[in-house]
């Protein structure tokens, strides 16, 4: 049995397919229908609900994608849909706002926005327009051209508005925290969901259940479910395994979690290589990032994963566990073949540990996609040199491509063209040349096998222009 909060109200649910979506159950098994299902994949955001759970001493709030989430997922949690927003006599100052700078037209979308925006108020007592616009980047409209929109995302600040859920936030954090502290699970028929909260826990389900699929966020293996319409029979979820939430700094590394959320650790990761802030902005929408995981990306083994060639850039090591045994496996090496790695049965990531940035480092990461905002990469590189003598020899390169084959992985050729010579662009028009000889990509819908060779090249020319020209020279503005 799962339990969680669908706001005060405890639901306890078992006798459920584990493949059933949150958007499924909340509109076929409770007729609430304010919820939306527009793409089935997580795309468009009419789905957006909100789930809370205590971090830190309070309630934290996500946005998160209803038509690619587990139920099982919420076990331990407080959903909150669209419905529970009003009082019986008042909007919540979200929707006020959205009537009163006529944000709805068609109607379809809105549901979804009055989630993004509410998640967004909760957690940021500032109005911001930046965050505002990142917040409701994944909820698409048809009809009003957004600025109602985000005029009512500002206007939902409005002080002299009260929002009733905060009186009760921590009489709902004590009972998530009950909830949570014991093991969840649905079954119907010979099919199983489980959500252990221990790591002997889970080790022990994969050990006895080689053959069980791992959920973390679901938002690549939630499609088998709606679009493929391939379901899975015993899925084991991570999210509940505290140790597999954590995000610390060690000695020397950085460890994530497993099951650390993009949105739990994009800071983090910005501080120590801030490169990696426009990437993580451009990885999916907020409510992808408030699910998907680093872990998940990496076991995943897509050849187009964009954490995958920075981690192999930045020497990343994987620490894996199988029953009570633990090793560690650089990243570099556990990727085997197109969607295939070097877990064995019952085995799974613990954690990943990235060395912390030494002086000398020259680290930068591209992301190449048909749409700038929430999509999946045509070519993603990144680049990690080791400079000398005030920049002037490369004493070791590390350079990782997404796209470029059928895993994601070094180019080699082009490493040892740098390694030891000058940083000029002499240099790197000859690692160009070798890097050529690195990958045979395909073409495919997203593009051709030349343009992704050559827009492999011009990214590692791009890496040369970034110490030569001031980033106004580089960026491409990008208005919104």
């Known amino acids: 049995m799962i339990r969680f909060l669908l706001n005060n109200e405890l639901q306890e649910v078992d006798q459920v397919a584990p493949c059933t979506t949150v958007l499924d159950y909340l509109r076929d ?7 939306k299902e527009g793409c089935a994949s997580g795309d468009c955001g009419a789905c957006t609900v909100v789930v809370a759970a205590p971090e830190h001493g309070r309630l934290h709030y996500r946005s998160l994608n209803a038509c690619i989430t587990p139920l099982g997922n919420l076990h331990g949690h407080q959903l909150l849909t669209v419905e529970d927003l009003a009082s019986e006599d008042r909007l919540h100052p979200v929707q006020q706002a959205m009537v009163d700078c006529h944000g709805s037209q068609c109607g379809f979308c809105t549901p979804g926005f009055v989630m993004s925006m509410f998640a967004h108020r909760k957690n940021h007592a500032v109005p911001e327009r930046e965050e505002i616009l990142e917040s409701l980047g994944g909820n698409l409209c048809r009809c009003t051209g957004y600025r109602p929109i985000v005029e009512a995302a500002v206007q939902m600040y409005d002080p002299a508005i009260e929002d009733a859920f905060s009186a009760g936030e921590s009489a709902v954090a004590e009972r998530l925290t009950a909830l949570a502290a014991a093991p969840g699970s649905l079954h119907l028929a010979q099919q199983s969901y489980h959500a252990p909260t221990t790591l002997e826990e889970l080790a022990t389900l994969l050990t006895n259940h080689a053959d069980a ?11 088998e479910f709606t679009q493929a319409l391939k379901p899975s029979d015993r899925l084991v979820f991570t999210g509940c395994v505290p140790e597999l939430l954590r995000l610390e700094e060690k000695e020397g590394y950085l460890e994530i979690g497993a099951a650390v959320t993009y949105s739990r650790c994009q800071a983090t990761l910005s501080a120590h290589w801030p490169a990696l802030r426009e990437l993580l902005a451009r990885l999916g929408s907020q409510q992808i990032r408030n699910q998907g995981t680093v872990g998940g990306n990496i076991a995943n083994a897509s050849p187009i994963g964009d954490m995958p060639p920075v981690l192999i850039a930045l020497e990343a090591t994987l620490v894996l566990r199988k029953g009570a045994t633990i090793r560690e496996l650089a990243i570099d090496a556990f990727f085997k073949a197109y969607r295939q790695t070097a877990l064995e049965p019952g085995e799974f990531i613990e954690a990943i540990r990235i060395p912390l940035p030494h002086e000398g480092d020259l680290f930068q990461v591209y992301k190449v996609s048909k749409r700038l905002d929430d999509d999946i990469s045509t070519v993603c590189a990144a680049f990690r040199l080791t400079l000398q003598g005030e920049g002037e020899t490369i004493t070791a390169a590390r350079i990782a491509f997404g796209g470029m084959a059928e895993i994601p992985r070094r180019a080699a050729a082009a490493e040892a063209a740098l390694t030891g010579q000058a940083f000029n662009e002499q240099t790197l028009e000859q690692a160009c040349l070798a890097l050529h000889g690195d990958f045979t990509p395909i073409s495919d819908f997203r593009s051709s096998a030349a343009y992704r ?6 990214l590692l020319r791009r890496l040369w222009l970034s110490q030569q020209l001031s980033p106004a020279q580089l960026q491409v503005t990008h208005y919104a």
Not at 29 to 35: A, D, I, K, Y
Request: aromatic fraction near 0%; charged fraction near 15%; glycine fraction near 12%.
């Open 29 to 35: 098994h409770l007729g609430r229908t304010g919820t």
């Open 213 to 223: 699929r791992l959920v973390a966020g679901a938002t690549d293996l939630a499609l």
């Open 453 to 458: 060779s050559e827009v492999a090249a011009n």
